[in-house]
């Protein structure tokens, strides 16, 4: 494995860009070229159902491949020429969401659950704990038991 | 006729839902054993009226009555006889009644195995049961009625979309299914105890079982749907958080969290309130899943027939059933036990860490596949979550959570010390650290992460095996016998989470190394791609049962040898529509994937793509089903259900 691994990197590196776009719309330089993949990996095919730009065979998709790339052999940046299509097809387009007032919650969402949720799971646990301390003579046999037998109680 | 009797057992089954739905609560309220007895045999019927149903429909698609609408807009008879059975669940109103007779079945089955639990219990869980089949049966017979006659009827049909006659259709869709319908079983267990104001042991002996009932279709049912989406959508990609694809994560999810909470209620009785509001989440998510692709709120690749009266009738069941059980959890929770004890460092507390990012990876998923929605009703702006978003928010997430997963096997219930621990685990870290080690010094940030992502399948994989290798260790002076005495749980747990140490191995192959080409090729022109040389040797139009395709074959040199493989681009007339017939060469250290594309001036358009390590994902995925199955084998596991107690047999009793 060891010993495969540097041919698999190397290989990787020397395959180059390219993926659902056909060979005649491809730009001629490798960097440029590299560039406007990485970007239509970003952007969504608007007629089809949640795929990249790359991945379809759409004819809206080769559309924006062709303008991305002409974008992009104009010596646009990429921030300029993903902004000319995003103004022309809206912010619908994009795969990764702009971060704006409304997604600010789409973004930060998780962050947010995993700080509330720690700290609910903190706050359980010591309440766990903290009487598990003061009764810990107890085995886990007669904890148990004590549970059925506190259980029936309210039951009984 | 068959159509107008699967119709009229439908609408039994509607009547004898009802009676489910109502007879045993009201028997369990008033402690009468007749309407608690009427509500079994009612669950029971409905199973066998429902079946019937679904074996009309069945023998409607297999002999090709195209009178039937349904049949006839989704069955051919050129249409292989496996495909035409597997349409039955190929078409919106087929899979509902798949839904409903699994929802059915599930019914009957704790009807007929329940005999040891409390008979209130019982009860209560099938009146609930009984009311979920009120809601889907009602849905199914007043908006999404298979078997609707046509007039005149049509001499042939119309095919059934190419892209799902696959093996993957008359597997698929069941498995889901089944883990969907499965959390409901778990659900009304849940709203039972709720009723009841009390958990006991017997709720939660009963309750594992059926959450890992549920959770190993699902497991595979997934996995599934990704290995045939790999090599039928002809791209190569193996997950594309596609709207239904998070749909049906999102209970995984969950449900994965519950599995391991219903272990901590079910072997120390904590976590009790908590296990029951999963519950609750899990099967509302399931309804989600299976229902919110068919309201057309989301579009996706899976969506089937979209209705906006379909739509409201399945948002007003959604809401009930989510909202009621809610309300009830609110209501009723507090009263119930708060659950043993426990230090935070212990088995417990490994468990509440691990259902934290379990949940919290949950909220990622939905908050990625429902922002659109609220944002569109918000300020009517569109906005696409796609693939980068999950790369940075659920990515991050998933890791800890991976490297904790070998933690929780290895701590003790109630209490633990962590040097104890640490030392437990010494033999994986050793086995980790030499893997990072040994990957670091190759590329640069990209490198980095390769080789902390690999480290972590070896700490997964070194990790699950020492669960069980420290178990052999200890009583190594008669290994056969302790082989032997292993608990089937703790087997089935090592597999699982060692499967997730080959699902992540799949992960990382894929995602580091893949690489990929694009050219036009002719017949006898040969290429170079990853380490292997490609001839196209034959380019030709064959003729299939229902299609006709343009054949391209290659033979391909290879490290591992010389193969040959072969690639379509199928064109469906009756369907008019035009299918990819990838050819894959598969092999445990990569895939390489060929699909040919549109023709040029300067011949065919061929794709290559190498997928190292790809296959470990679905293994690795399987791996974890199978787990589940073993775990599920284990006697102690069968206690709740162990005793079978002679049933009556079902007498016919009025609808009324």
Same mark, same amino acid.
């Given at each position: 494995?060891?010993?495969?691994?540097?041919?698999?990197?190397?290989?990787?590196?020397?395959?180059?860009?390219?993926?659902?776009?056909?060979?005649?719309?491809?730009?001629?330089?490798?960097?440029?070229?590299?560039?406007?993949?990485?970007?239509?990996?970003?952007?969504?095919?608007?007629?089809?159902?949640?795929?990249?730009?790359?991945?379809?065979?759409?004819?809206?998709?080769?559309?924006?491949?062709?303008?991305?790339?002409?974008?992009?052999?104009?010596?646009?940046?990429?921030?300029?020429?993903?902004?000319?299509?995003?103004?022309?097809?809206?912010?619908?387009?994009?795969?990764?969401?702009?971060?704006?007032?409304?997604?600010?919650?789409?973004?930060?969402?998780?962050?947010?659950?995993?700080?509330?949720?720690?700290?609910?799971?903190?706050?359980?646990?010591?309440?766990?704990?903290?009487?598990?301390?003061?009764?810990?003579?107890?085995?886990?046999?007669?904890?148990?038991?004590?549970?059925?037998?506190?259980?029936?109680?309210?039951?009984? | 006729?068959?159509?107008?009797?699967?119709?009229?057992?439908?609408?039994?089954?509607?009547?004898?839902?009802?009676?489910?739905?109502?007879?045993?609560?009201?028997?369990?309220?008033?402690?009468?054993?007749?309407?608690?007895?009427?509500?079994?045999?009612?669950?029971?019927?409905?199973?066998?009226?429902?079946?019937?149903?679904?074996?009309?429909?069945?023998?409607?698609?297999?002999?090709?009555?195209?009178?039937?609408?349904?049949?006839?807009?989704?069955?051919?008879?050129?249409?292989?006889?496996?495909?035409?059975?597997?349409?039955?669940?190929?078409?919106?109103?087929?899979?509902?009644?798949?839904?409903?007779?699994?929802?059915?079945?599930?019914?009957?089955?704790?009807?007929?195995?329940?005999?040891?639990?409390?008979?209130?219990?019982?009860?209560?869980?099938?009146?609930?049961?009984?009311?979920?089949?009120?809601?889907?049966?009602?849905?199914?017979?007043?908006?999404?009625?298979?078997?609707?006659?046509?007039?005149?009827?049509?001499?042939?049909?119309?095919?059934?979309?190419?892209?799902?006659?696959?093996?993957?259709?008359?597997?698929?869709?069941? &498995? #889901?299914?089944?883990?969907?319908? =499965?959390?409901?079983?778990?659900?009304?267990?849940?709203?039972?105890?709720?009723?009841?104001?009390?958990?006991?042991?017997?709720?939660?002996?009963?309750?594992?079982?059926?959450? $890992?009932?549920? /959770?190993?279709?699902?497991?595979?049912?997934?996995?599934?749907?990704?290995? /045939?989406?790999?090599?039928?959508?002809?791209?190569?990609?193996?997950?594309?958080?596609?709207?239904?694809?998070?749909?049906?994560?999102?209970?995984?999810?969950?449900?994965?969290?519950?599995?391991?909470?219903?272990?901590?209620?079910?072997?120390?009785?904590?976590?009790?309130?908590?296990?029951?509001?999963?519950?609750?989440? +899990?099967?509302?998510?399931?309804?989600?899943?299976?229902?919110?692709?068919?309201?057309?709120?989301?579009?996706?690749?899976?969506?089937?027939?979209?209705?906006?009266?379909?739509?409201?009738?399945?948002?007003?069941?959604?809401?009930?059933?989510?909202?009621?059980?809610?309300?009830?959890?609110?209501?009723?929770?507090?009263?119930?036990?708060?659950?043993?004890?426990?230090?935070?460092?212990?088995?417990?507390?490994?468990?509440?860490?691990? *259902?934290?990012?379990?949940?919290?990876?949950?909220?990622?998923?939905? #908050?990625?596949?429902?922002?659109?929605?609220?944002?569109?009703?918000?300020?009517?702006?569109?906005?696409?979550?796609?693939?980068?978003?999950?790369?940075?928010?659920?990515?991050?997430?998933?890791?800890?959570?991976?490297?904790?997963?070998?933690?929780?096997?290895?701590? *003790? /219930?109630?209490?633990?010390?962590?040097?104890?621990?640490?030392?437990?685990?010494?033999?994986?870290?050793?086995?980790?650290?030499?893997?990072?080690?040994?990957?670091?010094?190759?590329?640069?940030?990209?490198?980095?992460?390769?080789?902390?992502?690999?480290?972590?399948?070896?700490?997964?994989?070194?990790?699950?095996?020492?669960?069980?290798?420290?178990?052999?260790?200890?009583?190594?002076?008669?290994?056969?016998?302790?082989?032997?005495?292993?608990?089937?749980?703790?087997?089935?747990?090592?597999?699982?989470?060692? =499967?997730?140490?080959?699902?992540?191995?799949?992960?990382?192959?894929?995602?580091?190394?893949?690489?990929?080409?694009?050219? *036009?090729?002719?017949?006898?022109?040969?290429?170079?791609?990853?380490?292997?040389?490609?001839?196209?040797?034959?380019?030709?139009?064959?003729?299939?049962?229902?299609?006709?395709?343009?054949?391209?074959?290659?033979?391909?040199?290879?490290? +591992?040898?010389?193969?040959?493989?072969?690639?379509?681009?199928?064109?469906?007339?009756?369907?008019?529509?035009?299918?990819?017939?990838?050819?894959?060469?598969?092999?445990?250290? =990569?895939? #390489?994937?060929?699909?040919?594309?549109?023709?040029?001036?300067?011949?065919?358009?061929?794709?290559?793509?190498?997928?190292? $390590?790809?296959?470990?994902?679905?293994?690795? =995925?399987?791996?974890?089903?199978?787990?589940?199955?073993?775990?599920?084998?284990?006697?102690?596991?069968?206690?709740?259900?162990? &005793?079978?107690?002679?049933?009556?047999?079902?007498?016919?009793?009025?609808?009324?």
């Amino acid at each position: 494995m060891k010993r495969l691994l540097p041919i698999v990197a190397a290989l990787a590196l020397l395959a180059g860009p390219a993926a659902a776009v056909n060979p005649d719309e491809q730009l001629a330089d490798p960097k440029l070229e590299a560039r406007a993949l990485k970007l239509s990996q970003e952007l969504r095919c608007v007629v089809c159902q949640n795929q990249s730009i790359d991945d379809s065979d759409a004819e809206l998709a080769r559309d924006l491949r062709l303008i991305l790339r002409e974008r992009i052999a104009a010596g646009d940046t990429d921030e300029q020429a993903m902004d000319h299509i995003v103004s022309r097809y809206g912010s619908f387009v994009q795969l990764r969401p702009p971060l704006r007032w409304d997604t600010v919650l789409l973004w930060f969402g998780p962050v947010l659950v995993l700080v509330l949720g720690g700290v609910g799971a903190a706050v359980y646990v010591r309440g766990r704990s903290s009487t598990a301390a003061a009764v810990g003579a107890l085995n886990a046999d007669e904890e148990a038991e004590l549970a059925r037998m506190l259980d029936g109680d309210k039951v009984g | 006729m068959s159509a107008e009797v699967g119709q009229f057992a439908l609408i039994l089954a509607l009547l004898l839902a009802l009676v489910q739905s109502v007879a045993p609560l009201v028997g369990a309220q008033r402690g009468d054993g007749v309407l608690m007895a009427l509500g079994r045999q009612a669950a029971l019927l409905q199973g066998m009226f429902v079946a019937l149903a679904f074996g009309c429909l069945a023998y409607a698609y297999l002999t090709c009555d195209f009178s039937v609408a349904l049949v006839a807009q989704h069955s051919h008879t050129t249409q292989p006889v496996a495909y035409r059975f597997a349409a039955t669940w190929g078409s919106h109103e087929g899979s509902m009644l798949l839904w409903v007779l699994i929802l059915a079945l599930y019914g009957g089955g704790v009807a007929f195995f329940g005999g040891t639990l409390r008979e209130t219990l019982q009860a209560r869980v099938l009146g609930i049961q009984g009311v979920l089949g009120v809601a889907f049966l009602g849905f199914l017979i007043f908006t999404s009625n298979p078997f609707l006659r046509i007039s005149p009827s049509p001499i042939e049909g119309t095919e059934l979309n190419p892209l799902l006659q696959d093996p993957g259709l008359v597997l698929h869709p069941p &498995l #889901l299914y089944l883990g969907y319908v =499965g959390f409901s079983v778990s659900f009304c267990f849940a709203v039972a105890a709720l009723i009841e104001g009390r958990v006991d042991a017997a709720w939660a002996r009963w309750v594992r079982p059926w959450v $890992l009932a549920a /959770w190993i279709p699902l497991t595979a049912g997934i996995t599934l749907g990704s290995a /045939w989406a790999y090599y039928e959508l002809g791209w190569g990609g193996w997950w594309f958080w596609d709207p239904v694809e998070n749909a049906s994560l999102m209970p995984w999810l969950l449900g994965t969290a519950l599995l391991h909470s219903a272990l901590v209620l079910e072997r120390r009785g904590a976590l009790v309130s908590w296990t029951i509001l999963l519950a609750i989440l +899990t099967f509302s998510l399931s309804l989600v899943g299976t229902f919110l692709v068919r309201s057309g709120i989301l579009t996706s690749v899976h969506a089937f027939a979209v209705d906006p009266q379909r739509g409201v009738f399945i948002l007003g069941i959604l809401a009930v059933t989510t909202g009621a059980s809610l309300a009830l959890y609110a209501w009723r929770a507090p009263s119930i036990r708060a659950g043993a004890l426990f230090q935070p460092l212990s088995r417990e507390g490994g468990v509440t860490l691990n *259902n934290l990012f379990l949940a919290v990876l949950t909220a990622t998923v939905f #908050l990625g596949t429902f922002s659109p929605v609220f944002i569109e009703m918000i300020n009517g702006d569109k906005i696409s979550v796609g693939p980068p978003y999950y790369a940075l928010t659920f990515a991050p997430l998933a890791i800890p959570l991976l490297f904790l997963v070998v933690f929780g096997p290895m701590l *003790n /219930w109630k209490r633990d010390e962590l040097r104890k621990t640490a030392a437990r685990l010494k033999v994986p870290a050793i086995i980790a650290g030499v893997v990072l080690a040994a990957a670091l010094p190759f590329g640069g940030l990209k490198g980095v992460m390769t080789a902390g992502a690999l480290a972590l399948s070896a700490w997964l994989l070194a990790g699950s095996a020492t669960i069980l290798g420290r178990r052999w260790w200890a009583g190594r002076a008669y290994l056969s016998r302790s082989i032997r005495t292993t608990p089937r749980a703790l087997v089935g747990l090592t597999v699982a989470h060692a =499967g997730l140490g080959l699902l992540t191995l799949g992960i990382t192959g894929t995602t580091s190394w893949d690489s990929d080409k694009v050219l *036009n090729m002719r017949p006898g022109q040969s290429v170079e791609f990853a380490g292997r040389t490609l001839t196209m040797t034959n380019y030709e139009m064959v003729q299939g049962p229902n299609y006709e395709a343009r054949q391209a074959r290659f033979t391909v040199k290879g490290p +591992t040898g010389t193969y040959s493989l072969r690639s379509e681009k199928r064109w469906h007339p009756s369907a008019q529509s035009q299918t990819t017939e990838a050819g894959i060469h598969v092999t445990p250290l =990569g895939n #390489l994937y060929v699909s040919v594309g549109e023709e040029s001036a300067q011949g065919v358009v061929v794709r290559l793509w190498d997928h190292p $390590l790809i296959v470990w994902i679905w293994i690795g =995925g399987f791996a974890m089903s199978i787990g589940g199955a073993i775990s599920l084998s284990d006697r102690r596991l069968r206690v709740g259900a162990a &005793l079978k107690l002679p049933t009556p047999a079902p007498q016919p009793i009025p609808a009324e």
